[in-house]
């Protein structure tokens, strides 16, 4: 039985690491022994757990019952060793953040730098990049995610919602005829922002829905920034998050097209290893980012 026990943990690492390579660097054994201790769980329980490739592992439906069992398995220890030894409740230690680079101004940034102001003995290292990192791969502990997430090992939690606005200069708007509909908007100049260009903006307004299909983009970026900036030198239309936006439409310079139909507003997630320590240092700094204070009402982002 203890040897199935490890053999599950091992599995379960194996599963979070994404390759026996990677479980075998963070369980300090070679990849072989990681390999064969995989296989044999497999060969104890008669069935597959996993599928594997030359490039990755994927779960077999048997796999995944598995995956949870070994989780609730390690959760269990963890909380019996912190039961009979003298847990330190002060966070410490270092973390590894990345965020979307738009995130750099909201409100998000308030809260790590309140967080890092309550607990002198923890440093963060916030890396805010247009690229998306790889959580793992690039040795980040969180990940700040917008939008949609992929289906993942990963465990997440949602942190609060952003707001978005349609937004033109008045110079563009009087070059068109006055839309009383987004369906009107379909032949309009609308500015691409390229990691998110494929999902077709959604309008609502009193229980109506009008999904709006967009020409081909003249002008394509990478960054919400910039793709602001260009709709406020007159270049079209382009979909923002509010907080960028509220200052330049209270002021004018840019005007809320259709302010009566409402977008939906964008999920903001925190993203972290399965094998992270279910009290340690980076469930402590998530559930403090996903405190009520951080909900949209509060922050203006709604």
């Not at 390759?19 to 390999?35: H, I, T």
């Not at 983009?217 to 990478?222: F, G, K, L, T």
């Not at 402590?284 to 405190?291: D, M, S, T």
Request: with cysteine; hydrophobic share 45%; glycine share 6%.
């Amino acid at each position: 039985m203890i040897d199935q026990l490890r053999r599950m943990a091992i599995f379960a690492t194996t599963i979070d690491h994404g390759s026996f390579r990677a479980a075998a660097r963070a369980l300090r054994l070679s990849p072989s022994v990681v390999s064969h201790q995989v296989t044999q769980l497999e060969e104890e329980l008669g069935t597959a757990l996993v599928y594997r490739s030359t490039r990755k592992l994927s779960l077999t439906p048997d796999g995944k019952r598995m995956l949870a069992a070994a989780r609730s398995m390690i959760d269990a220890a963890e909380a019996g060793l912190h039961a009979v030894t003298n847990y330190d409740h002060e966070p410490s230690g270092v973390l590894r953040v990345t965020a979307p680079a738009v995130l750099a101004q909201s409100v998000l940034v308030e809260r790590i730098a309140a967080y890092v102001c309550n607990h002198a003995n923890v440093h963060i290292s916030l890396d805010c990049s247009d690229d998306r990192r790889e959580l793992i791969g690039d040795g980040f502990d969180v990940a700040i995610r917008m939008g949609r997430l992929k289906d993942s090992s990963l465990l997440t939690k949602k942190l609060f919602e952003i707001g978005r606005r349609l937004v033109a200069t008045q110079s563009y708007l009087g070059t068109r005829p006055e839309p009383s509909s987004p369906g009107e908007l379909s032949d309009w100049d609308w500015l691409e922002l390229a990691p998110v260009w494929p999902e077709r903006p959604e309008f609502r307004k009193k229980g109506q829905s009008v999904v709006v299909t967009r020409p081909p983009a003249r002008i394509s970026v990478n960054n919400a920034h910039a793709l602001f900036g260009l709709a406020r030198s007159g270049a079209g239309l382009a979909v923002v998050p509010e907080f960028l936006a509220a200052a330049d439409i209270a002021s004018r310079r840019v005007k809320h097209v259709l302010p009566d139909w409402s977008l939906s507003p964008v999920g903001v997630y925190a993203v972290w290893p399965a094998n992270a320590p279910k009290d340690g240092l980076v469930k402590h700094f998530v559930e403090f980012l996903a405190q009520s204070t951080l909900v949209a009402d509060n922050a203006g982002l709604a």
